[in-house]
């Protein structure tokens, strides 16, 4: 989980000051030394650190605090605005040329994911309306052309090839009239990376961007190589100049030294972050939320973004009439479950909700993905009438559903005792929607 380490270190410290009626400085400055040592540990670059906690010691021992009715929330307050600005302070958006088509010139070292996120990249844009075109500019890796082609296959999205005989500015300015005339109105260039930066990489990069003139420079870099990946944000920014970064793996990156770091060191705002490894896990970087999961507060908007690009909305209108009529089956079941796993790993789901964020309370929720692995194929194990009817599943049907799946009978028995009781549950609610029972005349806007 991305900053879990930082994020439990930080919100056990700001506890203890939020329980506080009144802070005194000392206080102030023994929390303000705990939460130096957690971005530290973090692997946060040093001068960053020395400058964040400066510019906090100097709001928290005002009378901002010290006067206030919740002196430990106050600081809370003041970290989380520290933080959100510390990662770039707002929502950094791509540039598109007044003119079409927007160049964007993905640059980076090898094994960062530089192909999979122009993939990713071009799979968001094409959500947005656009009409991208990736270029395989990369002719030394082996296999990264067919890597760009199989994911253009998998996106639904053009792919433009010269092989590995042309030179990538050949390549590129082809790439270019291409789009011209097919209508491309986005045109995303995969360049070649490196173990490591070197002279020729450089000049070979300056080349193609000295020729096409990009609207975007981004720049992918990995997140679990911490403060490495702040040096090479630095270097390539230096060298060649960028627009913005993507970072990947964020989803693995436990301490989050550099997605704290780089927008300070660099001057250069992270614009995407991946999430994972399927093709719809690149997120738009937002300070101000990932400041907010830090801190244990939830992330709301981008729960309800994720709920409405990953839930049917005929489908949930669907549901909706089956639980007027005590129509809900195991088939809704099995549906409602997968559509809350589109929308991503549960425990990041999860460390969206605010009081479910914290991650000591992750931590006691023990998400287990397996578990609703087992569910399904429990489920997929039955009939069409057993899943219409559980009531009708006995002894005998049970050993056959649970050898069927692969599961324990026990397994099986759980399932049908938690659906059960969530058809209990949904059926109360709909009596609620129309006024009967116990709820009658007490919600009359259900009426």
């Known amino acids: 989980m991305a900053f879990e380490s930082l994020a439990e270190k930080l919100q056990n410290t700001l506890k203890k000051l ?9 206080d102030v400055k023994e929390a303000l030394k705990e939460v130096k040592l957690a971005l530290l540990e973090a692997d946060v670059n040093y001068k960053v650190v020395k400058d964040f906690v400066k510019r906090i010691q100097e709001r928290t021992v005002g009378h901002e605090v010290m006067e206030s009715l919740t002196p430990g929330q106050q600081v809370i307050k003041i970290v989380n605005e520290e933080l959100t600005e510390l990662m770039g302070g707002q ?22 994911g530089k192909t999979t996120h122009c993939g990713k990249l071009a799979g968001i844009l094409k959500e947005q309306g656009k009409n991208p075109l990736l270029v395989a500019g990369d002719i030394y890796r082996p296999a990264a052309i067919k ?3 199989v994911l253009g296959e998998r996106l639904g999205v053009p792919v433009f090839s010269m092989g590995d005989q042309q030179s990538p500015v050949n390549i590129v300015k082809a790439a270019l009239r291409n789009a011209d005339s097919n209508g491309n ?3 995303i260039i995969d360049t070649a990376g490196r173990l490591h930066i070197d002279e020729k990489m450089m000049d070979e990069l300056k080349e193609i961007r000295d020729n096409i003139r990009p609207d975007e420079i981004l720049l992918v ?5 911490g403060q490495d990946a702040v040096n090479v944000a630095e270097k390539f920014d230096e060298l060649l100049g960028i627009d913005g970064i993507i970072l990947t793996k964020l989803d ?3 301490r989050g030294g550099a997605a704290l770091s780089i927008k300070a060191v660099t001057g250069k705002p992270i614009k995407y972050v991946g999430m994972g490894e399927k093709l719809d896990a690149l997120e738009p970087f937002h300070p ?9 507060m939830g992330d709301v908007l981008s729960l309800i973004e994720k709920a409405e690009a990953s839930i049917n909305l005929k489908k949930a209108k669907e549901l909706e009439e089956k639980l007027m009529k005590n129509e809900y089956t195991l088939d809704d079941f099995l549906e409602q479950m997968e559509q809350v796993r589109n929308m991503g790993p549960l425990d990041q789901v999860l460390g969206m909700i605010p009081g479910l964020s914290g991650a000591s309370q992750l931590k006691k929720l023990q998400v287990d993905e397996k578990q609703l692995d087992h569910i399904e194929a429990i489920i997929c194990s039955m009939t069409r009438e057993e899943r219409r009817n559980p009531e009708i599943i006995n002894g005998s049907r049970r050993r056959r559903i649970s050898a069927g799946s692969g599961t324990s009978i026990q397994e099986v028995n759980r399932l049908l005792k938690q659906f059960k009781q969530t058809k209990k549950m949904m059926k109360q609610f709909g009596d609620m929607t ?3 029972g116990k709820f009658r005349g007490k919600f009359p806007f259900f009426s």
Do not use: H
Request: charged residues 25%; without cysteine; glycine residues 12%.
């Open 252 to 254: 693995g990156d436990a």
């Open 185 to 187: 109105d986005v045109v």
């Open 434 to 436: 129309r006024g009967k």
């Open 221 to 225: 870099v990995d997140a679990m190589t």
């Open 91 to 112: 929502r950094s958006n791509l540039v598109f040329a007044p003119k079409p088509p927007t160049i964007i010139m993905m640059v980076g070292l090898q094994g960062a």
């Open 18 to 26: 939020r329980g506080k009626g009144k802070l005194n400085e000392k």
């Open 147 to 149: 890597q760009l082609q």
């Open 288 to 296: 101000d939320r990932m400041a907010s999961r830090i801190l244990g």
